[in-house]
């Protein structure tokens, strides 16, 4: 069970796009011939809603679960940071996948919940607006095809109940088309700024000590309840940590800097553009008088 981010020539996503009215002829149920089979050999990247759902129900922190149960990789090279689902050891099903089924079915991640449909988000850039188009993957095992039920993908995302779990991985896909569209104008983010996007959207829990911490009281001014709110639910906090982010990566102010941190923040980085640019002149300065000792031999 894979769900790719685009269709791809030789994929088994058909390469049509389609809209939530399109209808689809597809059911999966217990008993039928391929049963399980798209839970041998999976390719799932999951949302940080999955993360965060699945940590839950396991009885985990983030930081255990994305131990265990993820190998993280990067959509584009050195970019941005993604989680996908590590299979069982020296094989390819996934490790929640068991005889009767899905082991932890209510909490399943969102590609299983899609699939056979695959959810196609695009924006244009220097837009946080994404729009939505689905493609469908067919693959040769899933026999779902060939069950005569139709239901319109509106209809079939409801059913596997895709509107909470897209409406609360919203902000992250957002981050990710707009660090995606963005391109090279923007530039590779630092390792820093990738390791913060990782523990913002997939390590709620180290997140949460993070915003405890004296330093970022000391450079957000957060009212108290807020701060309070958000520390006591984990949801709220994650729709926070991807307006944290919109801030520190793309400089998108919502969440007050503390008048004087901020100070001394900005005073810091002039300190060190400052240095940064007397090390480029002095490195100009010793190239030129190479050059002239060159010129002279
Ligand atoms: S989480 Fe459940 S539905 Fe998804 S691949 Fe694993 S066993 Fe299958
Ligand atoms: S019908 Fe498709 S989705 Fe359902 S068990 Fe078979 S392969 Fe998996």
Redesign the pocket.
């Known amino acids: 069970?894979s769900q790719p981010d685009i269709p791809f020539p030789q994929s088994p996503v058909l390469p049509t796009m389609l809209a939530e009215t399109h209808e689809i002829e597809f059911s999966c149920h217990k008993g039928i011939g391929c049963w399980n089979a798209?839970?041998s050999n999976?390719d799932?990247s999951l949302t940080p809603y999955d993360v965060l759902r699945m940590k839950t129900r396991l009885g985990m922190t983030s930081t255990e679960f994305l131990k265990e149960y993820t190998v993280p990789y990067e959509f584009d090279k050195d970019s941005i940071a993604g989680i996908k689902?590590r299979p069982v050891e020296g094989g390819t099903a996934?490790?929640?996948?068991k005889p009767e089924?899905?082991?932890?079915?209510t909490d399943?991640?969102t590609?299983?919940r899609y699939y056979p449909v695959a959810l196609l988000s695009m924006r244009r850039q220097d837009e946080y607006v994404d729009r939505d188009s689905y493609a469908i993957v067919k693959e040769d095992h899933c026999m779902g095809h060939e069950v005569n039920r139709r239901i319109t993908i509106a209809d079939y995302r409801k059913e596997q109940g895709l509107e909470e779990y897209d409406e609360l991985a919203r902000g992250w896909r957002q981050l990710v088309l707009k660090k995606k569209s963005s391109g090279p104008t923007i530039g590779k983010p630092s390792l820093r700024s990738r390791q913060l996007f990782f523990m913002a959207c997939y390590d709620i829990d180290r997140f949460r000590e993070f915003v405890s911490t004296e330093s970022f009281n000391k450079l957000f001014d957060l009212p108290q309840e807020e701060k309070a709110v958000l520390l006591a639910d984990d949801v709220a906090l994650l729709q926070f940590a991807f307006r944290f982010l919109r801030q520190v990566l793309f400089g998108e102010e919502s969440i007050a800097l503390n008048a004087e941190a901020a100070q001394e923040r900005l005073a810091r980085v002039q300190e060190k553009r400052l240095i940064e640019e007397r090390e480029a002149a002095k490195k100009r300065a010793l190239e030129a008088e190479q050059d002239f000792a060159d010129d002279a031999d």
């Open positions: 069970m798209c839970c999976i799932i689902f996934c490790r929640f996948m089924g899905c082991d932890i079915y399943r991640p590609a299983c």
